[in-house]
């Protein structure tokens, strides 16, 4: 059974950081890609970035520049680092692995979800 599980959110003010972990268990990290999303209240899911299995990027433009995500194949985990965050950064942040399943839009497995808060 595959679990995935994010922790690192937290309450920030402007301009502050916050790494975002996805720990995975029972699925190789290193075998699929993976996805970063979030949720803000009353909005719909938005896309947040990709790190595909050969090691490629890619960030919505909201975030670019000021997000990084990264993979340690050892721990299976797959990382966040959020730099000089805003109000609209507030969210639910899920992370989204494994292969990808219906119409290829997301992959097999999420996680919870972690609050984000960022207060101008």
């Known amino acids: 059974q595959v679990q995935v599980v994010e922790s690192g959110g937290g309450s920030v003010e402007t301009g502050g950081s916050l790494r975002l972990s996805c720990a995975v268990s029972g699925s190789s990290v290193g075998r699929y890609g993976t996805a970063w999303y979030r949720q803000a209240p009353g909005k719909s899911r938005e896309w947040v970035a990709s790190?595909?299995?050969?090691?490629?990027?890619n960030y919505a433009d909201s975030v670019w520049g000021r997000f990084a995500i990264s993979r340690d194949n050892a721990k299976n985990a797959v990382y966040l680092q959020m730099n000089s965050l805003k109000p609209e950064d507030t969210a639910v942040y899920y992370c989204n692995t494994g292969p990808l399943r219906g119409s290829g839009e997301y992959r097999e497995y999420w996680g919870q979800g972690t609050q984000v808060t960022v207060s101008s």
């Open positions: 790190l595909a299995v050969g090691g490629a990027t």
